[in-house]
């Protein structure tokens, strides 16, 4: 019994935190899309853990492999076309980086975060960032935690 209240309690997390980018295009890139590749890692923080960073949801995914890079960076630009702000910068006619401000959601400001690592100048690295946010917390806060 105890065994089916905790499957039954995952369930409820997992499907809460999947909502969390419904509508959005960078939903379909979490979830288990990428669970089997070497080259791809994803990191979800929920509940008390996400609110000591004063988050309700944060999602990232790296990966290391090009051929995975093309179906993020179209994710990536098609919510990014539907901020309410953006900070964007392309090299070499790709896209570099990418920090989006979108529409609040239940009360909730939502960011997403992009980094294309072997674009850099300094320490070029074959590792592609996203990352996804959201909270009752300001664009200032976010960027200031993406620093860190």
């Known amino acids: 019994m105890k065994r089916m209240i905790f499957i039954f309690i995952l369930t409820l997390v997992a499907a809460g935190t999947a909502q969390a980018q419904r509508g959005l295009a960078i939903a379909s890139l979490f979830g288990g899309r990428y669970k089997h590749s070497p080259h791809a890692t994803e990191i979800v923080v929920t509940g008390p853990k996400a609110e000591r960073i004063n988050l309700d949801v944060y999602r990232s995914l790296s990966v290391t492999d090009r051929a995975l890079v093309p179906p993020v960076v179209r994710a990536v630009t098609s919510d990014g076309s539907k901020a309410v702000s953006k900070e964007?910068?392309?090299?070499?006619?790709?896209?570099?980086?990418?920090?989006?401000?979108?529409?609040?959601?239940?009360?909730?400001?939502?960011?997403?975060?992009?980094?294309?690592?072997?674009?850099?100048?300094?320490?070029?690295?074959?590792?592609?960032?996203?990352?996804?946010?959201?909270?009752?917390?300001?664009?200032?806060?976010?960027?200031?935690?993406?620093?860190?």
Not at 94 to 116: A, K, M, T
Not at 117 to 126: D, F, Y
Not at 127 to 137: A, K, N, P, R, S
């Open 88 to 148: 964007v910068e392309y090299r070499q006619g790709r896209l570099y980086y990418g920090y989006y401000v979108l529409s609040p959601r239940n009360g909730n400001n939502r960011f997403i975060f992009y980094l294309d690592q072997s674009l850099a100048r300094k320490q070029p690295a074959n590792v592609v960032t996203l990352i996804y946010m959201e909270g009752d917390v300001s664009s200032a806060y976010i960027k200031k935690l993406i620093k860190q």
